[in-house]
């Protein structure tokens, strides 16, 4: 894998932006050659982003409203004895409204339910079992939405990028020593964003299942293993041919 430094990527990236911009258009009858390259980088992630949802219901709309607040505030301690920044923690609104059951052909009022979610982002995922493990002690209604990524996810898409870049000119000569041509100067290069990989994606339903069904009671958070994720670049390139 190719290793670059911050710096580098910044500079080849902020190079390429001027490529695209000041690269004109190849004039009428040239010879050319278009090629598509793929680059991918693949890695572990570090971060993961979840949501925890508090819903409570009672036969008293303002005793559901004070339970979900009461909740919601432990949950936010919580997050802060965890060192996890304000911004990386988002809380929505209360929802209420009136919950319902059948009973056979008859709809029962059960209570009035308060509801309220927050996302958090844990940036050190080595303590995702511990930490799910505490917020189940808080009696929520259940921790889903599962999403993992990267602190250096840019840079990964950068390197990514320069993959895909030497993938093309590998092609373009290939094709055109073939040919029995050369290629020369650059004439026109877009990159394409291509959809990211997450094989974590694939658990997300799950545990959003399994949360509501563990026990209320259980001190044990989430033992998760994420797997790889990777980055996908495409880029198309024009090449001069003589």
Not at 186 to 200: C, F, G, R
Request: charged content about 25%.
């Amino acid at each position: 894998m190719i290793k670059l430094s911050a710096k580098k990527i910044l500079t080849m990236a902020f190079g390429l932006s001027f490529l695209i911009m000041g690269v004109s258009c190849a004039k009428p009858g040239a010879r050319t050659i278009k090629v598509i390259g793929n680059g991918e980088v693949t890695y572990v992630p570090d971060t993961v982003s979840f949501t925890v949802t508090i819903k409570e219901i009672e036969p008293v709309l303002k005793s559901a409203l004070a339970t979900t607040k009461e909740k919601t505030q432990n949950l936010l301690k919580l997050c802060a004895e965890y060192s996890i920044p304000d911004e990386d923690v988002k809380t929505s609104y209360s929802e209420t409204g009136r919950e319902y059951e059948w009973n056979g052909n008859n709809r029962v009022f059960k209570g009035f339910r308060s509801e309220q979610s927050t996302k958090i982002k844990l940036k050190d995922i080595s303590k995702l079992e511990e930490f799910t493990g505490k917020i189940f002690e808080l009696q929520v209604y259940s921790i889903g939405s599962f999403k993992y990524s990267h602190s250096k996810q840019n840079e990964f898409d950068a390197e990514a990028n320069l993959l895909a870049l030497d993938d093309a000119k590998i092609s373009a000569e290939k094709m055109a020593e073939r040919m029995g041509v050369k290629i020369c100067e650059v004439l026109y290069i877009s990159d394409v964003d291509t959809a990211y990989s997450y094989s974590a994606y694939a658990y997300e339903s799950d545990y959003a299942a399994v949360s509501q069904n563990k026990s209320l009671n259980s001190t044990s958070g989430f033992v998760v293993a994420p797997g790889i994720l990777s980055s996908n670049r495409e880029v198309v390139v024009t090449y001069r041919i003589k």
